[in-house]
């Protein structure tokens, strides 16, 4: 074959095949559609905010409408230079581009609430209030709430450390020991499905203030869950590792701490996943009804004097406290279990 038959053979090159910069190149020029569009629903959002006049309300005007479409507009602004900027898109953090369709579906929401409110006046006030209403309570009002955000935490921190604490012992006992779990399993299994709210007019008996008796009711609550399925771990960790650990002469506090302990702690988990729900639940009602302080008194006093936008504005931070809380604690598990990667799924 000659010279210009191979070169007739060869195969054809695309031009990003030919030359690899370029490829780069385009691709780094390429417009990130989803941002796009978030950054023109947040616009559409700021103009509707911004030029549509709020409906009179009779008694006063909504505040902050103006700082809240000029928010939505620098928001638009932002994402939109992030979508259209030459060789930006490169810069853009995989997590943002992750959540654009997010950043989409919030600004609608808002936008659809903010017209039902403020505009069309649909649903009443003072029962509902638009999104600014909100963003007037935490520039008002952000140190009550922080303050009651911060005792809030402090209850669950007590509450839920005593009640993991001593559940984590009580299960431990109760799946290695058979004659632990014979008199302990019963009583969790009949006291276990009672509301930890249904204790409240006895534990108020009991304890000389309504600080320690809620910070003993979200224990409670947590430790039940927790009990149980530490102790389903424990009873369940295949006999194969006891023998094994045993031939190479293990006592019994070695298969307690280094066998039974570090292979039921994916159920460890779980019961502090569903604990936390329980000592959530348990703070509102504890604070509502006895505690002066939290999160769960501040809806109170809100709710009785007709403040429903902080009454939401409320329920906004405690959502996000509890949401972050939760995933503390799976960064916690996915650090703990890193040796069981890929196993657990939840």
């Not at 903010?114 to 952000?142: C, H, M």
């Not at 293990?250 to 570090?262: E, K, Q, Y």
């Not at 988990?269 to 329980?278: A, E, N, S």
């Amino acid at each position: 074959m000659t010279t210009a038959d191979n070169i007739l053979s060869a195969p054809t090159l695309s031009p990003r095949q030919r030359s690899p910069s370029a490829a780069v190149s385009a691709t780094a020029y390429a417009p990130w559609w989803t941002g796009l569009a978030a950054g023109l629903a947040w616009g559409v959002l700021a103009v509707l905010t911004g030029t549509w006049p709020n409906k009179p309300l009779g008694f006063s005007e909504w505040a902050y409408t103006t700082e809240f479409a000029w928010f939505a507009g620098l928001v638009a602004v932002a994402l939109l230079t992030l979508s259209l900027a030459p060789g930006r898109i490169a810069a853009v953090p995989a997590k943002l581009r992750a959540a654009g369709p997010w950043l989409i579906a919030v600004a609608l929401g808002l936008a659809v609430w903010e017209v039902f409110t403020a505009k069309l006046g649909t649903l009443p006030p003072p029962f509902f209030a638009p999104p600014q209403s909100l963003a007037e309570v935490y520039i008002t009002d952000w140190r009550r709430l922080l303050e009651s955000g911060a005792h809030s935490l402090q209850l669950l921190g007590l509450g839920i450390g005593i009640g993991a604490s001593v559940g984590f012992l009580v299960g431990v006992l109760m799946g290695w020991s058979r004659r632990a779990s014979y008199w302990v399993h019963p009583v969790l299994r009949v006291l276990g499905p009672l509301p930890t709210t249904a204790l409240l007019p006895i534990s108020f008996y009991f304890f000389p203030s309504s600080w320690s008796t809620a910070i003993f009711l979200i224990a409670v609550g947590t430790a039940f869950p927790v009990a149980i399925l530490t102790a389903s771990g424990v009873a369940s960790v295949n006999k194969n590792y006891y023998d094994v650990a045993r031939t190479m002469g293990a006592s019994p506090w070695f298969l307690v701490l280094r066998v039974a302990i570090p292979a039921a702690l994916p159920q460890v988990f779980v019961g502090l996943f569903m604990g936390l729900g329980h000592a959530f639940a348990t703070l509102v009602v504890a604070e509502m009804l006895g505690v002066k302080a939290g999160l769960g008194w501040y809806l109170t006093w809100a709710q009785g004097w007709a403040a429903y936008p902080n009454m939401y504005a409320a329920l906004l931070v405690m959502a996000l406290l509890f949401s972050g809380l939760i995933s503390l604690l799976f960064l916690v598990r996915d650090r703990v279990l890193s040796w069981q990667k890929g196993i657990v799924k939840w």
